[in-house]
């Protein structure tokens, strides 16, 4: 099965600690079953049968909630299956694009806040904005950073459309925009602004990424050096999130950086 991951960054660079930053991301899912395995994992019973994950804190997951139905993943994933045949689709490619995921995450201090509304927001805001089927809206609050989950069956107009509904570059600027003008703003969240450190301040910031991330699961990970890497090529994105003091935005230089990574759950957004 494969999935491909687009990153789309929200988020202010302020010299406070209390960087509003927040992940939005689409992701394809494609695949035969990747919607019941998807929806299982959203739904935490791949974690109850296998074991629950490093980075997933099982003492709290009954904090989670969905804001869709309470049915089982196999329930929802029987009516998606109804749903498309009674299109009249009854045979699909083998890369079919047989969901998308939609992910809003906030940065790690958020937990001390009350996020209902937030996430609310944007489970209102997918209603609107995406056309198929939305088959489940899953909050997790058991992980280091608040995020929720839609997953929708890009099934419209008897067709199957998740690449168009996803689309280019261009399609994922204007929902990130348009995301903030209808929520981002409203939740204290500035609009899009990645910048370019100097070298100088990049290895301090790196420093101090390292230093917050000594605590987290992704250090005795197997993907550590890999995590390790990225934070020293670009360390700002990694600060936001863990909400790192950055540079001041006048000790800074514009610049647009998209965001492009393969499928991998990693421990702050899964």
Not at 6 to 22: D, P, Q, R, T, Y
Not at 55 to 62: E, G, L, P, R
Request: aromatic share 8%; net charge positive; charged share 25%.
């Amino acid at each position: 099965m494969h999935q491909c991951k687009i990153f789309i960054k929200l988020g202010n660079v302020e010299s406070s600690a209390m960087a509003a930053s927040h992940i939005f991301r689409m992701e394809k899912l494609t695949g035969k079953g990747i919607i019941l395995v998807a929806l299982k994992h959203n739904k935490r019973t791949l974690q109850a049968g296998r074991g629950t994950d490093g980075h997933i804190d099982a003492s709290k997951s009954f904090l989670n909630y969905c804001l869709t139905s309470n049915d089982t993943p196999e329930a929802i994933d029987r009516k998606a299956r109804v749903l498309i045949t009674a299109a009249g689709i009854d045979k699909l490619r083998s890369n079919q694009v047989m969901g998308v995921e939609v992910l809003f995450s906030l940065p790690i201090n958020r937990h001390s806040q009350d996020t209902k509304k937030f996430f609310t927001d944007c489970f209102e805001w997918v209603k609107l904005t995406f056309e198929g089927e939305l088959l489940s809206f899953d909050v997790h609050l058991d992980e280091s950073a608040p995020h929720a989950h839609a997953v929708i069956l890009p099934l419209v107009n008897g067709k199957m459309k998740g690449s168009k509904m996803i689309g280019g570059i261009g399609n994922l600027t204007r929902l990130r925009n348009q995301f903030y003008t209808d929520v981002g703003m409203q939740h204290g969240l500035s609009r899009n602004i990645s910048k370019r450190l100097s070298e100088s301040d990049k290895q301090s910031l790196s420093k101090e990424v390292l230093k917050v991330l000594k605590t987290d699961p992704v250090m005795n990970s197997s993907i550590y050096p890999c995590v390790r890497d990225l934070i020293v090529l670009d360390p700002l994105p990694f600060a936001q999130m863990l909400s790192i003091a950055t540079p001041k935005r006048n000790e800074l230089d514009k610049s647009f950086v998209d965001y492009k990574r393969s499928r991998g759950r990693g421990s702050f957004f899964t």
